[in-house]
């Protein structure tokens, strides 16, 4: 499992001309089931994704195709992590 941290670089203006195609980018991997959760950022410097992958290599490849990274709105970060401890119903997410 991944959590994808994005940062701003450039200002709300950038970020929001390419807010159409994010959400886009985030509805096809929501679709394949490579997204689990995502949202902004409080106060809105950014956001947070949280991702089930096979590698960070994989996670990489899906970053290259959203507009925030193409453009260059957006700096991302990338922590892979074990869950061992978690809600119940949880476990649908894993593995």
């Known amino acids: 499992m991944f959590l994808i941290l994005l940062t701003y670089v ?12 994010h959400v886009a980018f985030l509805e096809k991997y929501y679709g394949l089931g490579k997204f689990l959760c995502s949202g902004r950022k409080n106060p809105r410097t950014g ?33 892979e992590f074990e869950p061992t401890k978690y809600a119940p119903g949880f476990e649908a997410f894993l593995g």
Do not use: M, N, Q, W
Not at 10 to 21: I, Q
Not at 49 to 73: K, Q, Y
């Open 10 to 21: 450039k200002p709300l203006e950038a970020v929001d001309a390419c807010l159409e195609g």
């Open 47 to 79: 956001g947070v994704i949280l991702c089930r992958a096979a590698s960070a290599e994989e996670v990489r490849t899906i970053i290259a195709e959203d507009p925030f990274h193409r453009e260059g709105v957006a700096e991302y970060e990338v922590i």
